[in-house]
């Protein structure tokens, strides 16, 4: 397998993890793999990078700082 991990449980984590091994059958670590995957799952999709202040313009364009049409000439006198 990968990586070995440490983490710290406090008491009322470590009773549920007792519970969902008894449960399961599934060992410590089978359960904090599929604890993961369920997590990254129901997190959704993956961002972009935020830019501070993007979308907040009169102009109400939402790319207007960050959109290469809108910037071209922007500067020059």
Known sequence: MGRTVQARLDAETERMLAELRRR???SDSEL????IQLLARSAGPRRGPKIVGL???ES??????SNETHL????QS
């Open 24 to 26: 399961t059958g599934l």
């Open 32 to 35: 904090l793999r599929k604890g």
């Open 60 to 65: 109400g364009r939402p790319d207007l700082g």
């Open 72 to 75: 071209r000439g922007f500067g």
């Open 55 to 57: 979308g907040r313009f």
